[in-house]
């Protein structure tokens, strides 16, 4: 079946831009993870929703990171006014069953490239 | 705090076994392990669940030690296809992990 893919897998922006990240999870999948990923590291956890449901933006950098997942299902996640330490590939994740089962996988999209320039 | 993996990296010929370790400095609830290509998404290997239970693939081994909060992945016979950046997550309560830097394992004919 289909898994989880993003849009778009790179992306450009100038300083200053705003950006607009999306993910598809794998449908029916109730918990959807954003990540960030600076080179040669692993990913690091940004924010977390249960369906529509954001139970946890701990990790945000700023608050010009924005994220969203209106319907339950797509998610996207929004950079305003970009800057350069912005950089890095944004990974959306999701799994099946929600917050109290850290024993079900996450199933990684390809991730987005974002480099602010 | 993220885990700490080890080695960082390891070179192997085909055939040959290696361990790669990760360990936390709090309490676990399930570990979890990943490997991903250059430029690929993480793909799911294994997770070890505290008090035993694993879920995985049929050739990837591992092990979870909880009181000294430390997993070991082992690859054995290992194929070329083996090759990419190994990440263990550690999860303490919800399914929120956090991913060692991760550890670069590549190898060779």
């Known amino acids: 079946g289909a898994g989880v893919s993003q849009s778009p897998r790179y992306k450009v922006a100038k300083r200053g831009q705003d950006v607009a990240l999306r993910c598809d999870p794998i449908?029916?999948?109730?918990?959807l993870f954003w990540y960030q990923q600076a080179l040669g590291q692993g990913p690091e956890f940004l924010t977390y929703?249960?369906?529509?449901?954001?139970?946890?933006k701990s990790g945000l950098p700023s608050d010009r990171f924005f994220a969203e997942r209106p319907e339950g299902s797509v998610s996207t996640l929004k950079i305003q006014r970009t800057q350069q330490e912005d950089s890095a590939v944004y990974l959306c994740?999701?799994?099946?069953?929600?917050?109290?089962?850290?024993?079900?996988?996450?199933?990684f999209g390809p991730g987005t490239r974002l480099t602010v320039t | 705090q993220q885990p700490v993996q080890s080695p960082q990296a390891v070179i192997l010929r085909e055939g040959e076994d290696a361990v790669i370790n990760c360990s936390s400095s709090?309490?676990?609830?399930?570990v979890h392990w990943y490997r991903q290509k250059h430029g690929e998404a993480p793909i799911f290997l294994m997770i070890?669940?505290?008090?035993?239970e694993q879920k995985g693939h049929d050739k990837i081994s591992a092990s979870f030690n909880e009181k000294k909060q430390q997993s070991s992945l082992y690859l054995t016979a290992s194929q070329l296809s083996y090759s990419g950046t190994y990440f263990c997550?550690?999860?303490?309560?919800?399914?929120?992990?956090?991913f060692g830097a991760g550890t670069q394992v590549v190898v060779t004919p």
């Open positions: 709090k309490a676990l609830y399930s």
């Open positions: 449908s029916g999948h109730v918990s």
């Open positions: 070890l669940l505290k008090g035993g």
């Open positions: 929703f249960q369906n529509e449901a954001q139970l946890d």
């Open positions: 997550g550690t999860a303490d309560s919800w399914g929120k992990l956090q």
């Open positions: 994740a999701s799994s099946q069953l929600g917050g109290t089962f850290p024993s079900y996988e996450q199933y």
